[in-house]
C-alpha cells in the first residue's frame, strides 16, 4: 500500500521527502480513525474533523454542524456489530497542505471482515499543527 500511494505522489510531480511523508501522514490519520472507531470514542472522530469539515451523506443531505455530525456518528456506532475499520484504497490527489483519498469502510465480526459498496472520498487538509484532519468527506 505504501509504494502505491508514495507512486502517487511522485507521479504529481512532488518531491521524494514530501512523498515520503504523504503515506505517513496518511497513514497516521486512518490509524486514528481506526482506533476512535474501534473504541467507540465519538469525541475522538469530532477531533478528526477539520472546524468548517462537511460531510455528504448517501442519502445527498449535506452536514456541516459540528453537533449533526456528531448524531451521525452515534447512530453508526449504536447500530454497530464487531467492530469497523477504514483503509485507504487509494491517494487520488496530493498538492500542499490538501490530500485527496478513498477509504474502504469495512465491519469486522470476529474473523470475518465485510466489506460494503462504495467508498468513503475524503479531503485531509493540513492543519497548523501539522495534523491531517477531514475536511470533507463523502460517503457513497
Not at 35 to 44: F, I, K, P, S, W
Not at 87 to 109: E, F, H, I, Q
Amino acid at each position: 500500500m505504501k509504494k502505491g500511494l508514495l507512486a502517487a505522489a511522485l507521479a504529481l510531480g512532488l518531491g521524494t521527502a514530501w512523498a515520503d511523508d504523504v503515506p505517513r501522514s496518511v497513514d497516521q490519520t486512518v490509524a486514528r480513525w481506526n482506533q476512535a472507531l474501534n473504541q467507540g470514542r465519538v469525541d475522538e472522530l469530532m477531533h478528526l474533523y477539520a472546524k468548517d469539515a462537511m460531510v455528504l451523506l448517501p442519502d445527498g443531505k449535506v452536514i456541516k454542524d459540528p453537533r449533526e455530525i456528531r448524531r451521525f456518528w452515534e447512530k453508526v456506532l449504536a447500530g454497530r456489530h464487531g467492530r469497523f475499520e477504514v483503509d485507504v484504497n487509494d491517494v487520488l490527489s496530493a498538492k500542499g497542505d490538501t490530500v485527496v483519498s478513498t477509504l474502504r469502510w469495512t465491519n469486522v465480526d470476529g474473523e470475518l471482515k465485510y466489506a460494503y459498496d462504495g467508498v468513503i472520498y475524503n479531503v485531509f487538509k493540513k492543519q497548523a499543527d501539522g495534523t491531517w484532519k477531514a475536511q470533507a468527506q463523502r460517503w457513497n
